[in-house]
């Protein structure tokens, strides 16, 4: 990893630390300090900025430093493993099989992006020989049938919903029997997202895993939400068991700092992000690359 891969603050952090003759614990206290203050403002949580504040305090040896040894080195492999390794939930989520019907469900807050994602979902496994289908099981916003059927339309992939069933369950299930039954291998439903009444979005996402039972629950984040993604993330893993993490609008300005809170919190991996409106602006997620990103 070279220099150029850290943010500017951070790269002049260490590099002021470097400078100074004698790396004591307060230079490294005010180095780490400086970095603390990029990443927070990168939307990364404070509880995991100050853990890993301690933690590279731990691994990094200040004789080792005060010997000559390359100073800049050490810390910044040091905060670039740690990010990575908070990235990393330790076990990978559910890997569907062709060929086999998985049910996935998606859950988000609306606006986050979740429609969109599911479509583009579908259309990455369709273009690698899937049969992957449509469930609209969002009856709450007007229009929500509409945007999903428009999207899957377009790409061809079936598609199933209603404009006059207003129990999101019923519809759920009823999506995913028939397409269980034309023999399509990942039933993809799409849940409804609203901001306001809460708790009814809740016990409706569990009432809709409940009767679907999906083999993988995939929760969509917006990478703009900031510092609330640590709030997010935990409300819906308290409801339903989501097994993956999908941030969006990556093509924005935010750096995704929140996408460590959603592991952290929901201990799944981040699957994919979202880089563009198209359907085809999805890329399979990679930690370095966004660590880099992070701290640039
Ligand atoms: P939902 O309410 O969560 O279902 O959100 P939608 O799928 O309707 O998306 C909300 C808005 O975000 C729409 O205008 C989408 O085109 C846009 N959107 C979704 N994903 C991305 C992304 O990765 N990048 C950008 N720039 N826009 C996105």
């Given at each position: 990893?070279?220099?150029a891969?850290?943010?500017?603050?951070?790269?002049?952090?260490?590099?002021?630390?470097?400078?100074?003759?004698?790396?004591?614990?307060?230079?490294?206290?005010?180095?780490?300090n400086?970095?603390?203050?990029?990443l927070?403002?990168?939307?990364?949580?404070f509880k995991?900025?100050?853990?890993?504040?301690?933690?590279i305090?731990?691994?990094?040896?200040?004789?080792d430093?005060?010997?000559?040894?390359?100073?800049?080195?050490?810390?910044q492999?040091?905060?670039?493993?740690?990010?990575?390794?908070?990235?990393?939930?330790?076990?990978?989520?559910?890997?569907?099989?062709?060929?086999?019907?998985?049910?996935?469900?998606?859950?988000?807050?609306?606006?986050?992006?979740?429609?969109t994602?599911?479509?583009?979902?579908?259309?990455?496994?369709?273009?690698?020989?899937?049969?992957?289908?449509?469930?609209?099981?969002?009856t709450?916003?007007?229009?929500?049938?509409?945007?999903?059927?428009?999207?899957?339309?377009?790409?061809?992939?079936?598609?199933?919903?209603?404009?006059?069933?207003?129990?999101?369950?019923?519809?759920?299930?009823?999506?995913?029997?028939?397409?269980?039954?034309?023999?399509?291998?990942?039933?993809?439903?799409?849940?409804?997202?609203?901001?306001k009444?809460?708790?009814?979005?809740?016990?409706?996402?569990?009432?809709?895993?409940?009767?679907?039972k999906?083999?993988l629950?995939?929760?969509?984040?917006?990478?703009s939400?900031?510092q609330a993604a640590?709030?997010?993330?935990?409300?819906?893993?308290?409801?339903?068991s989501?097994?993956?993490?999908?941030?969006?609008?990556?093509d924005?300005h935010?750096?995704?700092?929140?996408?460590?809170s959603?592991?952290?919190?929901?201990?799944?991996?981040?699957?994919?992000?979202?880089t563009?409106?198209?359907?085809?602006?999805?890329?399979?997620?990679?930690?370095k690359?966004?660590?880099?990103?992070?701290l640039?």
């Open positions: 990893m070279v220099l891969q850290l943010g500017g603050s951070i790269s002049r952090a260490i590099q002021q630390m470097s400078n100074a003759t004698i790396i004591d614990e307060k230079v490294l206290n005010e180095c780490l400086e970095i603390t203050r990029a927070l403002q990168s939307d990364v949580q995991l900025v100050r853990d890993m504040q301690t933690n305090k731990k691994i990094v040896n200040l004789d430093l005060a010997a000559g040894h390359n100073k800049r080195k050490i810390i492999q040091a905060i670039f493993n740690e990010l990575c390794t908070i990235l990393d939930p330790g076990k990978p989520s559910f890997t569907p099989k062709k060929g086999k019907a998985s049910v996935i469900m998606f859950v988000g807050l609306q606006g986050s992006g979740k429609t994602t599911c479509t583009k979902y579908a259309y990455y496994h369709q273009k690698k020989g899937w049969k992957p289908a449509l469930v609209c099981a969002d709450f916003r007007a229009g929500a049938f509409d945007q999903l059927k428009q999207n899957a339309t377009k790409a061809k992939i079936p598609f199933y919903g209603s404009y006059t069933e207003s129990d999101p369950v019923r519809i759920a299930i009823e999506g995913v029997e028939r397409f269980k039954q034309e023999n399509c291998d990942l039933i993809i439903v799409d849940t409804s997202g609203r901001h009444q809460e708790a009814s979005l809740f016990e409706e996402m569990r009432q809709v895993a409940e009767a679907t999906p083999d629950v995939i929760f969509v984040m917006d990478s939400i900031g640590f709030d997010q993330s935990q409300a819906f893993k308290q409801s339903v989501v097994g993956a993490v999908i941030i969006t609008k990556m924005g935010a750096k995704g700092g929140g996408a460590l959603a592991v952290a919190t929901t201990k799944s991996p981040v699957i994919f992000i979202g563009g409106e198209h359907i085809d602006e999805f890329e399979v997620f990679d930690v690359p966004f660590v880099s990103r992070l640039g």
